[in-house]
């Protein structure tokens, strides 16, 4: 299942700590619940190879419902990214063998997350 990286301030520190999943259903096959203070930036990992399904979801149980969410390939590409919202969905078949990130970027107040992958 997906483990969080370590919260770190900003995008920067987030993209080295990588926890790395086996992805290779469109299941949901785990769900993190996480509170996030402002500044804070989380990222999850998930690997898949060209042709998986890959879902995620997040919903903010708790706080302002503005958050920045990026999701990457392999490559450093922009798969999807929102910036707001209190729940988003991603639905996309992998292009590139690989680990995928789910980053968040909590812009505004204290918050709580629930995402799965």
Known sequence: GILPAPPTAGWGGAIGAML????SAV?????MFFPMV???ARCFYEEAAVGDEVFSEYVIVEGRFIITWIVRDPSGGIVYSSE???????FFNALEN????FCFENTSGEKKVTFWA
Do not use: F
């Not at 299941?27 to 769900?31: N, P």
């Not at 707001?84 to 991603?90: E, I, S």
């Not at 690989?98 to 990130?101: A, I, K, L, T, V």
């Open 20 to 23: 790395p999943a086996l992805l």
């Open 27 to 31: 299941v949901l096959s785990s769900s």
């Open 38 to 40: 402002q500044k804070e």
């Open 84 to 90: 707001a919202g209190d729940t988003q969905k991603v």
């Open 98 to 101: 690989g680990r995928y990130s």
